[in-house]
T-cell receptor
Framework: LAKTTQPISMDSYEGQEVNITCSHNNIATNDYITWYQQFPSQGPRFIIQGYKTKVTNEVASLFIPADRKSSTLSLPRVSLSDTAVYYCLVGTGANNLFFGTGTRLTVIP | SAVISQKPSRDICQRGTSLTIQCQVDSQVTMMFWYRQQPGQSLTLIATANQGSEATYESGFVIDKFPISRPNLTFSTLTVSNMSPEDSSIYLC??????????????FGPGTRLTVL
């Protein structure tokens, strides 16, 4: 199983772009990279998923370099409501179940 | 995408007792998962529950302490047995389903906050 490493915490001011990088040196060929967001007292929810290059949706962008050993979640112009813990998971199907420490993002007014 | 509900949402229990947590999904799913999240910590997978077979437990978790039922494709229960204060956690169930991404993703219930006195 691919182990992931993320910064424990980050602070950002409102309106700034936030980039959270996840390292996954042992990623396997069939693995996808999935990011989840968790607010206090709620279960995690899916943000974005990718296999390679760049993926963008209405919430975030995910940048994956060619070697796929890392990925970067980009949140454009964060607001106070983006304060949450962000988890990076790597795997396929039943192997995509193991959460790392996550990154606690605090958005400051 | 799947919608998941859990009961109870929270409970306060005495040590030595047991609590059964229910997880209901609005669609039929093959795999359901149970997690524990201790205060300020990440999620730890307890077990995988497939309908019609015994649950598969992760290292550090055993069936006698966390018996799981999976009677059909939309429902599962997790029992926390002979509770101690160390079992105080949030317990979450999740399912794997096709969502917005290319690969399957997990959908989580709101969690059950358990406090053991």
């Amino acid at each position: 199983l691919a182990k992931t490493t993320q910064p424990i915490s980050m602070d950002s001011y409102e309106g700034q772009e936030v980039n959270i990088t996840c390292s996954h040196n042992n990623i396997a060929t069939n693995d996808y990279i999935t990011w989840y967001q968790q607010f206090p007292s709620q279960g995690p929810r899916f943000i974005i998923q990718g296999y390679k290059t760049k993926v963008t949706n209405e919430v975030a962008s995910l940048f994956i370099p060619a070697d796929r050993k890392s990925s970067t979640l980009s949140l454009p112009r964060v607001s106070l409501s983006d304060t949450a813990v962000y988890y990076c998971l790597v795997g396929t199907g039943a192997n995509n179940l193991f959460f790392g420490t996550g990154t606690r993002l605090t958005v400051i007014p | 995408s799947a919608v998941i509900s859990q009961k109870p949402s929270r409970d306060i229990c005495q040590r030595g007792t047991s609590l059964t947590i229910q997880c209901q999904v609005d669609s039929q799913v093959t795999m359901m998962f149970w997690y524990r999240q201790q205060p300020g910590q990440s999620l730890t997978l307890i077990a995988t529950a497939n309908q019609g077979s015994e649950a598969t437990y992760e290292s550090g978790f055993v069936i006698d302490k966390f018996p799981i039922s999976r009677p059909n494709l939309t429902f599962s229960t997790l029992t926390v047995s002979n509770m101690s204060p160390e079992d105080s956690s949030i317990y979450l169930c999740s399912v794997e389903d096709q969502g917005a991404g290319e690969n399957n993703e997990q959908f989580f219930g709101p969690g059950t906050r358990l406090t053991v006195l």
